[in-house]
């Protein structure tokens, strides 16, 4: 069992799941990978047992009954790396808009210096974000910046996915306690972190959308951030956080 874990979770990504995987195995830093899999129609989860008789012991599956939500697959793949030995647990997503090699990166970040989180950012140097629209660049930029103006956390990319913890940090967190659903539990770990003062860092990366699959951003999970933001906030205020 390697130090380093890589979660992914899925929804019918059958056009990437197999790319994605070969190319994190392909890495000179070992990580295993545990994808997370809701039931996808497509038939994601059986192309990753295929891949399992070739990686074994490095590729995990774990398949849910039904899609329930980003934040739900990440806190029962965060539950289940925790029951093993990992030291750093590692989120990204299946359609390659994360670059695997900047896997290695995150995990110097917090191997090598005192990070307990680091983000794979993409607006800690500019803007760096490729084949968006402008509308989606601009809703996502300016998301960050009004998450940063109501919780005062000095990050640049709050809503970013590609992140690396330390096992110690979703130690600390209560995983049982998340609210967020959606792209919004991104926020809500990194400003779990943020008032638990773990050291945070931005990690610059660039962020390419996807070119196979579908985008699961919907108008409910834009809302679920905005709405739900602003509450997280003043619960902190009064230690309910």
Known sequence: MRDAIVIIPTYNEIENIEAIIRAVFALKKEFDILVVDDNSPDLTALKVKDLQEEFKDRLFLEVRKQKSGLGTAYIHGFKWCLEKSYQYIIEMDADFSHNPKDLERLYDACHNTEADVAIGSRYSNGVN????????????YMASVYVRMITRMKIQDTTAGFVCYRRNVLEKIDLENIKFVGYAFQIEMKFKAFVRKFNIVEIPVIFTDRTKGESKLSSGIISEAIFGVFKMKIKSLFGKE
């Open 129 to 140: 974000v490729v084949n968006w629209p402008l509308g989606r660049v601009l809703l996502s």
